[in-house]
């Protein structure tokens, strides 16, 4: 069930001041000419270029080598190449067999700005950056009310205009990676769920991927589909929460208790599935820990259908909200090259004009057996990104009823005696299982020695494990490459130029939270 | 009893009687906006104290009372103290001259005049907006005396918000006044003598629409409350306000929630007036009651619902959208009751 | 442009056709070439960390212009060179993937590569604080996750897993290493 294009596009009314510049009248300030930083002269760079604000070890401000030539991101460089390159894989994956109805027809409706003018209208947005000026510093501490986790920003202002960002980290660093490395793989899977504490699932299910790509393990196809859906609720209840807190870090608690109340049914979907809400080590190595419950069907249907009528009107609410077009339009503007600097995926990715998803580009579990449509838009501002989750919310929910649908039967752990845990009930009647159980617990699994990377795409961007094992049932190194963390290193790079007001707005559009990025 | 002493004795008791009854009301008014946040969310709002739990707010001035005083150490005292009572004084002496009866006319009570109005003023609208200027130190002087970053810049922030809009409500106001043909607030209420369609809302539509959105930046609530917004960087001017200090600062907000609802309902609702001449037995102050409750909740509505502006799109739309509006809105005022004769 | 990577052991087209166009750019300072579980590794000398780097992200058949992320390793074991940085670079623009390692000693420095991809700021300090390794020409090398007054390096295998290492927050320590 796709939704009526009315519901892809604002309104014409306000798509008539799509074309127009951003907002620049209400900002009265006094300066001398000779000290303006003219957009002109700033149009083909972007944040990264510019002597930093302060040196000296006072905070991390990118400083540009001479680029080695030929290098993409050389100023001399064509941009009609990487306009073309970037059109080209847009259309790609536009015109792919995965299935896009609705949405070629409904992009080619709406002017796709290039490269080029992302640059531009993101220099005009930032053209009252000054550096060289007295500034007051302010510190976003680690407390915040808009929940955004333990982050701490220092911004230097200019009036409103923030001049320098100095994020900290590391106030929820509890040291995972050294603790994977003194336990089996099994006993990794609970770590994982406080990583992105909001989508446990999601976290368990990329390291077991990594796992069991590293151990050549193939996991059962029943497992594979309860694995895809319950990645798909996580994303769900990611989302819903994003919107959520998104529009409360706007002006109103109102959508936060409605979000929450949203997202209550499919925690409650998960604590039937699961047995937790929030932290689920739910995916086990080779398959998923318990078979779906009698009635989880038929609840999550339930919740599947109604839900994107829900989210279809809170996005009508919020997309054709003037107040919200006027916050979210044009602020923000992160684009694709941005991205590839700075390790940001996910729906920023995306909403930059990339149509880049690793549950098409590289699928796991049975993203290759589901049918569904990559979110892309392409202004690249806190407004694409608002669209590209929800979108992603109803290809969610189409991608759960596919998995309900097509469930096949047989396992849903996979019965390899070297590196799975054994079913309880097997444990306790055959003595097989007995050894597999006691084996795996106390020794871990039969892993080859090599190192492995795998990527899956959480909720909140691209998380890659990396696993080098030496032969032993715990492995010797575990890296989680998760996205906040370089979302939350790329704030500077985000927000610096925009006004103090778009700060709350742009953070929440990159979804940071701080067990992600701390580990 | 010789008339002068009836009168006096009428001033007392309507002066100690009219501020008891706003106060008390405004207890209520939390917890109604509290119940209301709730509803709108698909939540329920406070049950624990009271049926429905509607003696919340008594239950939070315990509790604010009973926290520690925190001074910052460098902030002036004395201003700092101060601040909160010059917040919320001057809208509430607005309430002396607000009628909320008939004003005039013959012995209705115990054979003398009892005026339901505390001081009939004859330039209402004036002290009106002096003292909604007033009130704009509270604010400033809040956010200075408390010798923080955060607090003086959210408090010259919302005194620059309330400043521009003063000015869009002060024009609106004009037009009231030049239809009724008087600064006084009891005049104005006789001016709209009749059916609520001969009330003032009609003919001064636009200025009425302006008059209601600046009060909302005036009263510094959602969409125009960037200045004390949790979720930016911080509380703004009420920062190092903590304890019984922010329980004052917080009460000052719903009184002028309250009164300005109460101005609003005179200047373009007829005040006390009933909307059809037929339904008159009701006593004038249920009618100025049962509007300013529609108006409290409209405001209340408009929070909970609307996210809020950025800063420079606010002082935008009150420099450039609603001041216009307003001085449109009076010079077509002008001509037409000039041409009326 | 998008590959089915990690599903079967054979290396994409396009990473074979960069493969060779590193190796015949570098040829025998690519120490050693791993393919495994269908993932491609080099291991180049910390000399030649930023040479190969830039090739890698400039040249067209390469292209890797995303870093995917770097930290360090420790394996006791190689007496010779126990440390290692690790890096996984991708390519938007042909959807593969590689890997490049570097064995080091203890305070061997390494060139820094924010240069070419700002987002290894954050992966080199952390690099730095786990491990010691430091990175030369880096613009702000200082701690990220842990407290300001900790003292030595969390991830290398000799630091125990629990312990107490100082007690306070040593604010004049804030912002230096």
Request: a neutral charge; proline letters at 6%; charged letters at 20%.
């Amino acid at each position: 069930m796709s939704a009526p294009h009315d519901l892809h596009e604002p309104s014409e009314r306000l798509l008539r001041h799509d074309a127009s510049p951003p907002e620049g009248d209400g900002r009265v300030r006094e300066k001398d000419a000779g000290s303006v930083r003219s957009s002109a002269t700033d149009a083909t760079e972007d944040a990264l270029s510019g002597p930093p604000a302060r040196s000296g070890g006072r905070g991390f401000v990118p400083q540009r080598p001479p680029t080695p030539p030929g290098s993409l991101f050389a100023p001399g460089v064509d941009p009609d190449v990487v306009v073309a390159a970037e059109a080209h894989a847009a259309e790609a994956h536009a015109t792919q067999a995965h299935g896009g109805e609705a949405h070629a027809g409904g992009t080619a409706a709406r002017p796709r700005p290039t490269l080029e003018e992302l640059k531009a209208r993101k220099a005009r947005t930032r053209g009252l950056l000054e550096r060289n000026v007295d500034v007051m510093t302010v510190s976003m501490g680690p407390q915040h009310p808009s929940m955004h986790g333990v982050y701490r920003a220092e911004l230097d202002l200019d009036g409103e205009v923030i001049v320098a960002v100095r994020p900290e980290i590391g106030n929820l660093h509890r040291g995972v990676e050294k603790l994977c490395e003194q336990r089996t793989y099994h006993q990794i899977i609970p770590l994982t769920d406080r990583l992105d504490y909001l989508s446990g699932f999601a976290m368990n299910h990329g390291f077991c991927e990594a796992a069991e790509k590293l151990m050549g393990l193939e996991v059962p196809p029943r497992a594979r589909h309860i694995r895809t859906l319950s990645s798909e609720l996580c994303r769900l209840a990611n989302h819903i929460m994003w919107l959520g807190v998104h529009i409360m870090d706007l002006g109103t608690q109102t959508f936060f208790s409605i979000c929450f109340r949203d997202r209550e049914y499919v925690l409650d979907l998960f604590e039937m599935l699961t047995g937790a809400r929030l932290t689920h080590s739910f995916a086990r190595i080779g398959g998923v820990a318990k078979d779906l419950p009698d009635g989880f069907e038929e609840r999550c249907r339930k919740v599947i259908d109604f839900l994107p009528k829900r989210v279809a009107e809170y996005e009508r609410i919020v997309k054709h909200n003037r107040i919200y077009y006027k916050r979210a339009k044009n602020v923000g503007i992160f684009t694709s090259e941005d991205c590839y600097a700075w390790r940001v995926t996910g729906p920023p990715l995306r909403a930059a004009g990339i149509a880049r998803d690793l549950r098409k580009d590289e699928p796991y579990a049975a993203y290759d057996e589901v049918d569904f449509e990559v979110a892309v838009e392409y202004n690249a501002d806190v407004y694409d990104r608002f669209l590209v989750r929800m979108k992603e919310i109803r290809e969610s929910c189409k991608i759960i009823r596919q998995c309900l649908d097509n469930l096949p039967p047989g396992p849903f752990l996979s019965r390899d005696m070297g590196h799975t845990l054994p079913v309880k009930r097997d444990v306790l009647q055959d003595s097989a299982a007995m050894i597999q159980d006691f084996y795996q617990v106390f020794r871990g699994p039969q892993v080859p020695k090599g190192e492995v990377y795998r990527a899956t795409e959480a909720p909140k961007g691209e998380m890659g494990v990396y696993i080098r094992s030496e032969g032993a049932g715990t492995p010797a190194r575990v890296r989680f490459s998760t996205p906040s963390f370089y979302h939350g290193q790329a704030v500077p790079a985000l927000v610096e130029g925009e006004m103090v007001a778009d700060m709350v707005a742009i953070f929440a559009s990159v979804d940071v939270v701080l067990g992600d990025c701390d580990r | 009893m010789s008339d002068p002493v009836a009168q006096l004795i009428f001033l007392i008791v309507k002066a100690i009687l009219m501020p008891v009854l706003i106060i008390t009301f405004v207890a209520f008014v939390i917890y109604f906006e509290r119940k209301f946040a709730g509803f709108f969310a698909g939540r329920v709002g406070p049950t624990y104290l009271g049926p429905w739990g509607s003696l919340q707010s008594f239950g939070d001035i315990i509790k604010l009372l009973s926290k520690e005083d925190v001074t910052p150490l460098r902030a002036d005292k004395l201003v700092f103290k101060m601040a909160p009572y010059i917040a919320f004084i001057p809208v509430f002496a607005v309430i002396a001259v607000l009628p909320f009866g008939p004003v005039g006319g013959g012995p209705n009570l115990f054979g003398h005049r009892f005026d339901y109005v505390i001081a009939n003023f004859d330039a209402g609208v004036v002290l009106l907006l002096a003292m909604g200027a007033l009130s704009v130190y509270g604010v400033v002087l809040a956010g200075w005396s408390s010798n923080s970053n955060y607090s003086l810049l959210g408090g010259l922030r919302a005194g620059a918000q309330m400043i521009s809009y003063e000015l869009a409500m002060g024009f609106s106001v004009v037009g009231v006044v030049l239809m009724a043909g008087s600064l006084n607030f009891v005049d104005i209420v006789n001016g709209q003598a009749g059916n609520f369609w001969e009330w003032y809302f009609i003919p001064q539509v636009v200025g009425g629409l302006v008059f209601f959105i600046a009060s909302i930046a005036e009263l510094n609530r959602t969409p125009f409350d960037l200045a004390e917004a949790e979720q930016e960087l911080v509380a703004g001017h009420l920062t190092e306000y903590s304890g019984m200090r922010w329980g004052m600062f917080y009460f000052a907000e719903y009184v002028n929630l309250v009164v300005i609802s109460a101005i609003v309902s005179t200047l373009y609702f007829g005040g006390w007036r009933a909307p059809l001449t037929v339904l008159d037995f009701i006593p004038g102050p249920i009618w100025l009651f049962l509007k300013m409750i529609a108006f409290i909740f409209l405001y209340m509505w408009v929070r909970w619902t609307i996210i809020r502006y950025r800063y420079n799109q606010l002082m935008s739309i009150g420099w450039k959208v609603l001041l216009p509006l307003s001085l449109a809105n009076l010079v077509v005022t002008a001509i037409v009751v000039s041409l009326q004769g | 442009m998008s590959v089915a990577a990690g599903r079967g052991d054979a290396l994409p087209e396009s990473l074979v056709v960069a493969a060779s166009k590193l190796e015949k750019r570098f040829g025998r300072r690519l120490l050693e070439r791993v393919e495994f579980r269908g993932e491609l590794t080099y291991v180049v000398a910390p000399d030649d960390w930023l040479r190969v780097l830039s090739f890698c992200r400039s040249a067209p058949p390469l292209a890797f212009d995303q870093l995917d992320c770097l930290f360090g390793d420790h394996l006791p074991e190689r007496a010779t060179a126990p440390f290692a940085v690790v890096v996984h670079l991708l390519s938007h623009t042909h959807g593969h993937r590689l890997r490049v390692k570097t064995a080091l000693v203890d305070g061997q420095p390494v060139h820094t590569v924010t240069g070419l991809w700002p987002s290894a700021g954050f992966d080199e300090r952390e690099t730095w604080e786990m491990f010691g390794i430091p990175f030369s020409g880096h613009p702000d090398l200082r701690r990220l996750l842990t407290t300001d007054d900790f003292e030595g390096f969390p991830l290398r295998k000799d630091f125990p897993l629990q312990g107490t290492v100082g007690g306070r927050i040593r604010t004049d320590l804030r912002g230096k290493i």
